[in-house]
């Protein structure tokens, strides 16, 4: 026993010293990330709390794009959901995880976005992870864009089927590429919003091509569901493609209310083989009656205005134009995701530091999160933010710019 504790030191000792020396590198090469830590009197808001930050600052950096986290109705439908049933379920769907709620979310969801039918998981990631193992084998091809999400590529690494990389928004190399595959099932995979880079995918190209190749078009809405389009339906509303989009995952996590929860929406056939197969669904935790209850109301609302995207587009214009015509360089067009390129990494955590200070909270992201030399600070616009905080962030950097030597 003593012998066992001495090995185990000594390697927990060995571990220690190589990632210190990771770490180390990390800090030498100013990328190290540090977690700000909010206030915990404060909720999501247009403006925060931040700790040993005096007063409130205004906040863009968040997901929360239609200002739904702090939703007077989302939040008491979360709290007459949890007064109802409870803190949880203690269980996973199949077992004795399912509510009446549960149902009545995934069909709200199949009502919005115009599907058959719907599998709720405890977060996208989830659905991510469990749909391309459960749908494809051996027999079929997936063809999945470079710069898809993290979870995306997690989830095709888990799959037994051929893999294929498109380049970014390539569709000659995507048709190059469906064009030498006989596979049985073809699914064409892609982010509907590309989220370090605010842009959106080339859905009516990739949909001619699923047509002409007979393939399945895959589309992960996280950073479009509720917001994007006129009505909020996303990049299939916004690109005018509808329903030649076949499966769409989504999260319940950012524009919906900002809790947590992720979907599968489609065909039902799809959600009936998830249903029976896919692992995080069947090996987890059913989504709390909290969030779920929070989340059909985030719905509803959605269902009874589209105001709140109106004023999310209209945000959006304002900064990108504002800051357009201050010399700054935006990566994307009309994504409330407006990426101001600082290209340089310790530039970049600078720049979002010096604006803290200023009142405008932000982050500046670099490598591995983004390509080395291509750091930014991404910043995001809600329907929370008035016109007056769009403009205080955009005069807050540009001092912070010029000081810098930005513009």
């Given at each position: 026993m003593k012998t066992t504790r001495l090995l185990c030191s000594s390697a927990v000792a060995h571990l220690r010293t190589v990632l210190d020396g990771e770490l180390g590198a990390i800090r030498e090469a100013?990328?190290?990330?540090?977690?700000?830590?909010?206030?915990?009197?404060?909720?999501?808001?247009?403006?925060?709390?931040?700790?040993?930050?005096?007063?409130?600052?205004?906040?863009?950096?968040s997901n929360n794009y239609l200002g739904l986290s702090s939703h007077p109705e989302v939040i008491q439908a979360g709290r007459d959901a949890l007064l109802r049933y409870g803190n949880g379920l203690s269980s996973s769907r199949f077992i004795c995880g399912t509510l009446t709620i549960h149902k009545e979310l995934e069909d709200a969801i199949s009502r919005f976005h115009g599907t058959e039918d719907t599998i709720v998981y405890i977060s996208c990631f989830d659905a991510n992870a469990g749909i391309f193992e459960t749908l494809l084998t051996p027999d079929d091809a997936v063809f999945s864009d470079q710069l898809n999400h993290a979870s995306i590529i997690d989830g095709i690494r888990l799959a037994k089927c051929q893999k294929h990389r498109y380049l970014h928004a390539d569709m000659k190399d995507l048709e190059e590429k469906l064009s030498r595959s006989n596979a049985r099932v073809k699914m064409i995979v892609t982010d509907g919003v590309f989220s370090m880079d605010g842009t959106i995918a080339p859905l009516p190209a990739i949909c001619e091509l699923a047509e002409k190749y007979n393939a399945i078009v895959f589309v992960d809405e996280c950073h479009a569901t509720g917001f994007l389009g006129a009505t909020g339906k996303g990049t299939p509303e916004l690109t005018k493609v509808g329903s030649k989009v076949n499966i769409i995952n989504s999260t319940l996590g950012k524009a919906i209310g900002g809790g947590c929860g992720g979907y599968t929406t489609g065909p039902k056939q799809v959600v009936d083989i998830l249903r029976q197969r896919s692992r995080p669904y069947l090996f987890s935790?059913?989504?709390?009656?909290?969030?779920?209850?929070?989340?059909?109301?985030?719905?509803?609302?959605?269902?009874?205005?589209?105001?709140?995207?109106?004023?999310?587009?209209?945000?959006?214009?304002?900064?990108?134009?504002?800051?357009?015509?201050?010399?700054?360089?935006?990566?994307?067009?009309?994504?409330?995701?407006?990426?101001?390129?600082?290209?340089?990494?310790?530039?970049?955590?600078?720049?979002?530091?010096?604006?803290?200070?200023?009142?405008?909270?932000?982050?500046?992201?670099?490598y591995p999160v983004v390509p080395k030399g291509l750091a930014r600070i991404r910043v995001q616009l809600s329907a929370a933010h008035s016109e007056e905080d769009v403009l205080e962030c955009v005069d807050g950097f540009v001092a912070v710019g010029r000081e810098m030597g930005v513009i």
């Amino acid at each position: 026993m003593k012998t066992t504790r001495l090995l185990c030191s000594s390697a927990v000792a060995h571990l220690r010293t190589v990632l210190d020396g990771e770490l180390g590198a990390i800090r030498e090469a100013g990328t190290y990330k540090s977690e700000r830590v909010i206030s915990i009197t404060t909720p999501m808001a247009p403006k925060i709390g931040v700790h040993n930050q005096p007063g409130k600052v205004l906040n863009f950096c968040s997901n929360n794009y239609l200002g739904l986290s702090s939703h007077p109705e989302v939040i008491q439908a979360g709290r007459d959901a949890l007064l109802r049933y409870g803190n949880g379920l203690s269980s996973s769907r199949f077992i004795c995880g399912t509510l009446t709620i549960h149902k009545e979310l995934e069909d709200a969801i199949s009502r919005f976005h115009g599907t058959e039918d719907t599998i709720v998981y405890i977060s996208c990631f989830d659905a991510n992870a469990g749909i391309f193992e459960t749908l494809l084998t051996p027999d079929d091809a997936v063809f999945s864009d470079q710069l898809n999400h993290a979870s995306i590529i997690d989830g095709i690494r888990l799959a037994k089927c051929q893999k294929h990389r498109y380049l970014h928004a390539d569709m000659k190399d995507l048709e190059e590429k469906l064009s030498r595959s006989n596979a049985r099932v073809k699914m064409i995979v892609t982010d509907g919003v590309f989220s370090m880079d605010g842009t959106i995918a080339p859905l009516p190209a990739i949909c001619e091509l699923a047509e002409k190749y007979n393939a399945i078009v895959f589309v992960d809405e996280c950073h479009a569901t509720g917001f994007l389009g006129a009505t909020g339906k996303g990049t299939p509303e916004l690109t005018k493609v509808g329903s030649k989009v076949n499966i769409i995952n989504s999260t319940l996590g950012k524009a919906i209310g900002g809790g947590c929860g992720g979907y599968t929406t489609g065909p039902k056939q799809v959600v009936d083989i998830l249903r029976q197969r896919s692992r995080p669904y069947l090996f987890s935790n059913t989504m709390p009656p909290a969030l779920v209850g929070s989340a059909i109301k985030a719905f509803e609302l959605l269902s009874q205005s589209s105001e709140l995207p109106a004023i999310v587009d209209r945000n959006t214009k304002l900064f990108r134009s504002k800051m357009t015509e201050a010399g700054f360089t935006l990566s994307g067009t009309e994504h409330p995701i407006a990426p101001v390129m600082i290209y340089d990494a310790a530039k970049a955590t600078a720049m979002a530091d010096a604006l803290l200070a200023k009142g405008i909270y932000v982050i500046g992201f670099s490598y591995p999160v983004v390509p080395k030399g291509l750091a930014r600070i991404r910043v995001q616009l809600s329907a929370a933010h008035s016109e007056e905080d769009v403009l205080e962030c955009v005069d807050g950097f540009v001092a912070v710019g010029r000081e810098m030597g930005v513009i």
